[in-house]
């Protein structure tokens, strides 16, 4: 059971369901708001702090793709893991591209979810302590890991935890090759095509990020990996 109180929104037009998972949330320490459309989820993501969104996709008023996209605009860097019964791959890959950090499929077994939450709780209960205040120094900017920011000059960027997770990664192994499956395995637990194409989106993203320094790359090395190339300070 967590063990210190972590808040969930949940956005799901199915009560029976949203109800079933809010008990059970509710079971292992989550305080839950349930909210049983888009646009009441959007309004209570503005009045009030949480730590992680579960968003149902297909949903009245406001689907979960838009509701995403205004949370997105809000706040970078909360976690954001879709459920829906949608499996089309480019369903998901628009998700991720809106800055979704998973998706859960219906149906789906409780304890999956219940696993997926867990792995983003022990990553901000790692964030959280006192010596993990590092912030990495890549060409002209600054990564601040922990707080999820890049910094170039005076301008900041607050990023998702996926990508964050994914700069990291690749920061940590600069100038050498990362295996493509070492770096879905690493992130997702998984090395499948799916992850792979999502993998593909998010490295777009951050390669934007990194734009306004011409001497980082991460450079692909076919049908191996990546290499992120940083200059030598």
């Known amino acids: 059971m967590f063990n210190q109180q972590f808040r969930i929104l949940l956005a799901e037009d199915d009560l029976n369901l949203g109800v ?66 949608k499996s089309l791959k480019e369903d998901k890959l628009k998700g991720y591209d809106l800055g979704a950090d998973d998706y859960i499929s219906k149906p789906f077994d409780e304890e999956e979810l219940l696993w997926k939450i867990k792995a983003f709780t022990r990553r901000l209960q790692e964030n959280s302590g006192e010596d993990k205040v590092e912030i990495v120094t890549l060409g002209k ?64 993203k951050i390669r934007k990020y990194l734009k306004e320094d011409p001497n980082l790359n991460i450079e692909n090395v076919f049908k191996v990996g990546f290499i992120f190339n940083v200059p030598e300070t």
Not at 26 to 52: H, P, T, Y
Not at 157 to 170: P, S
């Open 20 to 85: 079933l998972l809010v008990d059970y949330l509710e079971g292992e320490g989550f305080e839950v708001k349930l909210c049983k459309d888009g646009e009441l989820a959007l309004l209570a993501f503005q009045e009030n702090q949480f730590d992680l969104c579960l968003l149902d996709v297909m949903m009245p008023k406001m689907d979960g793709f838009s509701l995403a996209k205004a949370i997105r605009a809000k706040d970078n860097g909360i976690p954001i893991i879709f459920i829906t019964a």
């Open 141 to 204: 900017y600054l990564f601040d890991c922990y707080n999820q920011s890049l910094r170039f000059g005076e301008q900041v960027r607050r990023i998702t935890e996926k990508e964050c997770e994914i700069l990291n990664y690749l920061s940590k192994h600069r100038n050498r090759i990362v295996k493509r499956e070492d770096l879905l395995m690493a992130l997702w637990g998984e090395n499948d095509y799916f992850h792979g194409r999502s993998l593909d989106v998010f490295i777009t």
